[in-house]
């Protein structure tokens, strides 16, 4: 990190204070942002500079370059400025920016908002030349951050463009300040008081004026002008000498500075504009020479656009202006000697340890091989403070077949490729990095890029080779390497549950997620625990997925990020397990806010597999409790899966719901459409992978009345879920068994069956099959009650308990919503009274009278069992009525 960025530029001795523009830019502290955008040279940064001194501001200043786009750095350097205001402030976002996973930049502003909200005082956040900042993903930071800004904290953005923000919104909401070129130009007062009493250049009213008219009050033109009219006896032909645009009066005006330099600074001045950044060393090192402080001090004295950029004045810059004007006449100059001096300052920062910067040059001449070579002393630092942009953007720059000579570097970046869902640009670079790497032996290296290998592969579930690249990693590694070694037994996780293997899928989840703890790495934790709690519900375990995610949850909340988990889409998955473990359970109540929450989590999701998962379990969730959002999901469903290939098992699924959904309306005939149009047949080999369409499949086979292949089939299915030993399918099956054997009159067998999948449901509590079957088990339950009540079996009274329980609590649901629903003018009441709306302009606006109105808040407050508007309001929104 460069300190010197955080530095707030200093105004000089000669500047023109402005004090008009001071009265509005202190109204910007009554608004969220202040913005001063104009062309170069207009001197935003030194009016910013000089109103923060002047009226003694708390501030954090970061000087932006090009070198920012990277949203880790720039959201680091901004915490850094702000804990010299705040020494404690930040330490969560920056920890959990500090790693391989990539957060969303909606959590980490959350974390950085929350912060701000412990600091009792205004204070700015100033963003200079942020024209240079493109990156997407800090644009969409600041629009979060700007949407939720604490009342005390106002943002500046000093830039020549406008940016990407709801600048309109702002400006509407009366929350933005703007000054512009306008606003900034000097007036003919401000250019006397520069030339006549600060640099004591005696010009005329008219003289003032005609430098007012021909640089339109540019400020740079101005100090270029004062500069070159230094020692010239007539003041007014030299005015009267230049004029057009702004372009042109800078080429002459530079020409004129430079003509009047001494010896040797003239020299100093072009070969020095090719740094960004400049100190007296690095100035002997590039040019040779052993005065550069003597030279440096006379620039600054002599007002030639040095920036100073710390309090010792070691370090300067040139506005950037002048020095893409020297820039341009040195090239035109001795384009050869430009090389040389990047050789020389990318040599001189290397020796510093400044391996950054370094790179910043050689890649400025195309020296590609001494650029890969400085990046490797670098990349491992930089993946592991998550750094991801900026690997990306040195991977974009540099040459594929130059990558490929580095393992080191191919690791890293293939990694991040990998992550950003791009499996077939990052192969070839790990298997060039796995060739090189087998013929020069490292043994860490090795065992690092197997591991890399084995979570490519599992992306494309090629178990084989995921086995193969994991056996490499764990010969490789050793156990003072807990996140490689996390992400080795995950792979062999995937792996396990790819040959479904579930068991073992489980015990490789569980050993991925001790050394995800050991590695403190919040984002590998939820990813390992999500594909445990998943096969612990597949394996019927439900009490253990769901203490799986809420032990997370709960770790999360002690480190200070609660937060993230219910505004990162990652965390969507995680609420989605919890949702469906909750309504095995018939908590519907709580399985619709843990949905309620996936779903709302997924919508930034690009992951289509977690969509279509959040999508069928949601619409399925709302269809039990009435909600006509149901049917719009259901096409949102429909459109994603017309759109996008999915794997076998997630098809077979969504075939499965599909067919669910046929069943409730009676359209077996269509439903059987659906199951053929989409591959199935009665006769081919049943898998983990497409058994969901099935099962769905069996019961439309019982509806039917086709009972002799709906045996063949349920015994099939009830092998493979054996072999597989998951309760959670083989309690559905025996249920459908039941149903089947009731339906050939075998009641004896019928009872026998639903009794064992109560058994079995009886530990976790999985009593969700039963209630869906309900209509057609409801004779069987009440006889397995008596049994219950006069001999010992082997369920549990508990489960007894809650099946009744959870059926009373159905019925009353369903009689409520019977009894209870609104109607049409009851509605329109309830949402206009959630606009905010008071009874006389609901009247007004439903051309109804105010007691009609009285009438209609009366009955939603009987039909929603509530006492006032709040209460009808939020409990209409929870149940999905609004």
């Not at 890969?372 to 991977?395: D, F, K, P, T």
């Not at 949905?595 to 597999?609: E, R």
């Not at 002799?708 to 399918?729: H, M």
Request: hydrophobic content about 40%; some cysteine.
């Amino acid at each position: 990190m460069l300190l010197t960025k955080l530095h707030t530029p200093s105004t000089g001795k000669n500047y023109v204070h402005r004090p008009h523009l001071f009265d509005q830019l202190n109204e910007g502290l009554n608004r969220k942002l202040i913005l001063v955008s104009a062309p170069a040279g207009f001197g935003k940064t030194s009016l910013i500079s000089d109103w923060i001194s002047q009226h003694k501001i708390s501030k954090a200043w970061i000087s932006l370059d090009k070198g920012d786009n990277d949203p880790v750095g720039f959201v680091s350097y901004l915490i850094t400025g702000i804990q010299g205001i705040h020494q404690g402030f930040g330490h969560a976002a920056l920890e959990l920016l500090k790693s391989p996973n990539k957060p969303t930049p909606e959590s980490i502003a959350s974390l950085f908002i929350n912060d701000l909200t412990e600091i009792d005082k205004d204070i700015l956040l100033v963003l200079d030349d942020f024209h240079l900042i493109s990156n997407s993903e800090i644009m969409v930071f600041l629009s979060f951050f700007l949407e939720h800004i604490p009342e005390r904290t106002h943002l500046v953005i000093s830039t020549r463009s406008d940016p990407p923000l709801s600048l309109a919104r702002l400006r509407s909401q009366n929350e933005l300040i703007e000054l512009r070129s306008r606003e900034l130009s000097f007036s003919a007062k401000d250019i006397s008081i520069l030339f006549n009493k600060k640099l004591k250049i005696k010009l005329s009213e008219e003289d003032l004026y005609a430098l007012e008219t021909k640089t339109e009050g540019w400020i740079a033109g101005l100090q270029l002008a004062a500069l070159s009219m230094q020692g010239t006896e007539d003041a007014a032909a030299f005015i009267k000498a230049f004029a057009g645009n702004n372009r042109y009066i800078m080429d002459y005006l530079i020409e004129e500075v430079l003509s009047v330099q001494q010896d040797g600074v003239e020299d100093f001045l072009l070969k020095t504009s090719v740094l960004e950044q400049l100190s007296a060393s690095l100035c002997n090192s590039v040019l040779d020479r052993n005065d550069s402080q003597l030279v440096i001090e006379q620039l600054e004295s002599r007002n030639m656009f040095m920036i100073p950029l710390d309090e010792e004045r070691k370090w300067y810059r040139y506005h950037h202006l002048f020095a893409d004007l020297l820039k341009q006449r040195l090239l035109m100059k001795d384009k050869e000697v430009v090389e040389e001096i990047h050789i020389r300052a990318s040599n001189w920062f290397e020796k510093q340890n400044m391996i950054d910067l370094a790179v910043v040059h050689s890649l400025e001449i195309r020296d590609f091989d001494r650029s890969i070579a400085l990046l490797n002393q670098r990349i491992e630092v930089l993946w592991e403070n998550g750094n991801h942009s900026a690997i990306i953007r040195y991977g974009n720059q540099l040459p594929d077949d130059v990558i490929k000579q580095h393992p080191l570097f191919c690791l890293y970046y293939a990694w991040i490729l990998i992550a950003d869902g791009q499996t077939e640009k990052a192969e070839p670079f790990l298997l060039s990095a796995e060739e090189i790497t087998k013929k020069n032996y490292q043994k860490i290296l090795a065992g690092k890029i197997a591991v890399a290998m084995a979570w490519l592969y599992s992306h494309k579930e090629y178990s084989d080779k995921i086995f193969e690249y994991c056996k490499t990693a764990m010969e490789n590694l050793g156990e003072d390497d807990p996140m490689w070694i996390s992400w080795a037994w995950f792979s062999y996780g995937v792996a396990y549950f790819s040959n479904g293997e579930l068991v073992e899928s489980s015990q490789a989840f569980s050993k991925a997620l001790e050394f995800g703890k050991k590695s403190g790495n919040i984002f590998l934790m939820s990813t390992i625990v999500i594909r445990l709690a998943e096969n612990e519900q597949q394996l019927g375990h439900y009490k253990s997925a769901y203490k799986t995610c809420t032990d997370l949850l709960d770790l999360m909340n002690k480190k200070g990020y609660a937060q993230i988990a219910k505004a990162e889409w990652a965390f969507a998955p995680l609420y989605l397990i919890m949702g469906t473990t909750q309504f095995a359970w018939a908590d519907i109540d709580g399985a619709y806010d843990s949905m309620k929450t996936a779903f709302n989590l997924g919508k930034n999701s690009k992951d289509v597999y977690l969509k279509v998962f959040i999508l069928m379990f949601y619409s399925y969730l709302l269809n039990l409790r009435g909600d006509p959002r149901a049917k719009e999901l259901v096409h949102e469903l429909e459109e994603l899966m017309s759109q996008n290939t999915v794997p076998p098992f997630l098809h077979s699924m969504y075939v499965g719901w599909k067919i669910y959904f046929l069943q409730l309306t009676n359209e077996l005939e269509k439903a059987q459409e659906v199951f053929q149009e989409n591959g199935y047949r009665l006769g081919i080999k049943i898998t983990h992978a497409n058994e969901s369409a099935y099962l769905s499949y069996a019961s439309i086979l019982l509806d039917e009345g086709r009972l002799d292949e709906v045996e063949s089939l349920l015994s099939e299915l009830r092998a493979l879920a054996e072999a597989g030993k998951r309760v959670e399918r083989l309690i559905d099956i025996y249920i459908l068994y039941s149903i089947y054997y009731k339906l050939v009159g075998n009641r004896e067998s019928a009872i026998t069956y639903l009794m064992q999948a109560m058994e079995m449901a009886g530990e976790e509590n999985i009593i969700t099959y039963f209630i869906s079957r309900r209509a057609q088990i409801e004779d069987l339950l009440q006889e397995i009650y008596r049994i219950q009540a006069t001999k010992e079996t082997r369920i549990p009274g508990e489960l007894i308990n809650n099946l009744q329980l959870a059926f009373k609590k159905r019925d009353q649901f369903l009689k409520q919503r019977e009894e209870g629903e609104l109607s049409t003018r009851e509605l329109d009441t309830l949402r206009l009274m959630a606009e905010g709306l008071m009874n006389q302009e609901v009247a007004d606006r439903l051309f109804i009278s105010l007691n009609t109105v009285k009438t209609h808040v009366r009955n939603i407050y009987l039909k929603l069992e509530v006492e006032n508007r709040s209460q009808a309001i939020e409990k209409a929104r929870k149940a999905g009525i609004l």
